[in-house]
T-cell receptor, first 116, second 116 residues
Framework: EAGVAQSPRYKIIEKRQSVAFWCNPI?????LYWYQQILGQGPKLLIQ????????DSQLPKDRFSAERLKGVDSTLKIQPAKLEDSAVYLC??????????????FGPGTRLLVL | KNQVEQSPQSLIILEGKNCTLQCNYTVSPFSNLRWYKQDTGRGPVSLTIMTFSENTKSNGRYTATLDADTKQSSLHITASQLSDSASYICVVTRPESSGSARQLTFGSGTQLTVLP
C-alpha cells in the first residue's frame, strides 16, 4: 500500500514570497490533516478535512495560510506571504475515517520549509 | 489546560542498553494515548496505542505503560539498536464526545540518540 505522498520535500524561499505544498493521502482515506512542526516541538494541527469539507481550522493563520481539498483526495497548503517564523516542517497525514483519535493517522515525510 | 509533557527532552545511550521515556498529561477527558516514533526527515509512525483500561502494550522491543489515575505513561526500549535513534512523541486523545474536533494533543517529543 502506498503511503502519504508530499512534495516538495524541501523549499527555501525569502520572506514575503508565496509557497505551496501538495499532499496525496492514502487511497480511500476520508480524513486529511495538515500539521506544522517547528524544530524541537511536536506537530501542531493546522487544518483537518473530512472528504472535501473542513472539520477544524481553528489554528490556521487564515490571514496568510490557506488550504483546499477540492475533490476530496489531494490537498494543497499555501502560505502567502511567508514570514520567518513559518520555517518548519509541514506534515500531511491521513486516516481512514473522521474519528481521528481512534483511527491511526499515517504521516507523509513532510516538507521542510526555510524562510530567509 | 490540556497539555502533554515529555521527559527527558533528549537522551543519549549506548547500543544494547535499555531506556525509559516519560509522558505526563493533563488532558481530560481521556480516550487513548499513543506513542509515535519519528525518524529524522520522516513523518511520525505509530508504535503503540492504549485505552483507559489498558496499562501495558508491547510492540517488539518497545513496551508502553499507562497509569490513567496518575496520568502518566512510559515507553521502555529494550536492548537498544542504532536504528532506535529518533524522536519519540506521546499523543493523548480526548473522546469525540468532548465536543472538539481537535482531539489530539501532541507532546514535544524525546530525542533519543543511540551510540555504537
Amino acid at each position: 500500500e502506498a503511503g502519504v505522498a508530499q512534495s516538495p520535500r524541501y523549499k527555501i524561499i525569502e520572506k514575503r514570497q508565496s509557497v505551496a505544498f501538495w499532499c496525496n493521502p492514502i487511497s480511500g482515506h476520508a480524513t486529511l490533516y495538515w500539521y506544522q512542526q517547528i524544530l524541537g516541538q511536536g506537530p501542531k494541527l493546522l487544518i483537518q478535512f473530512q472528504n472535501n469539507g473542513v472539520v477544524d481550522d481553528s489554528q490556521l493563520p487564515k490571514d496568510r495560510f490557506s488550504a483546499e481539498r477540492l475533490k476530496g483526495v489531494d490537498s494543497t497548503l499555501k502560505i502567502q506571504p511567508a514570514k520567518l517564523e513559518d520555517s518548519a516542517v509541514y506534515l500531511c497525514a491521513s486516516s481512514l475515517s473522521p474519528r481521528g483519535g481512534y483511527q491511526t493517522q499515517y504521516f507523509g515525510p513532510g516538507t521542510r520549509l526555510l524562510v530567509l | 489546560k490540556n497539555q502533554v509533557e515529555q521527559s527527558p527532552q533528549s537522551l543519549i545511550i549506548l547500543e544494547g542498553k535499555n531506556c525509559t521515556l516519560q509522558c505526563n498529561y493533563t488532558v481530560s477527558p481521556f480516550s487513548n494515548l499513543r506513542w509515535y516514533k519519528q525518524d529524522t526527515g520522516r513523518g511520525p509512525v505509530s508504535l503503540t496505542i492504549m485505552t483507559f483500561s489498558e496499562n501495558t502494550k508491547s510492540n517488539g522491543r518497545y513496551t508502553a505503560t499507562l497509569d490513567a489515575d496518575t496520568k502518566q505513561s512510559s515507553l521502555h526500549i529494550t536492548a537498544s539498536q542504532l536504528s532506535d535513534s529518533a524522536s519519540y512523541i506521546c499523543v493523548v486523545t480526548r473522546p469525540e464526545s468532548s465536543g472538539s474536533a481537535r482531539q489530539l494533543t501532541f507532546g514535544s517529543g524525546t530525542q533519543l540518540t543511540v551510540l555504537p
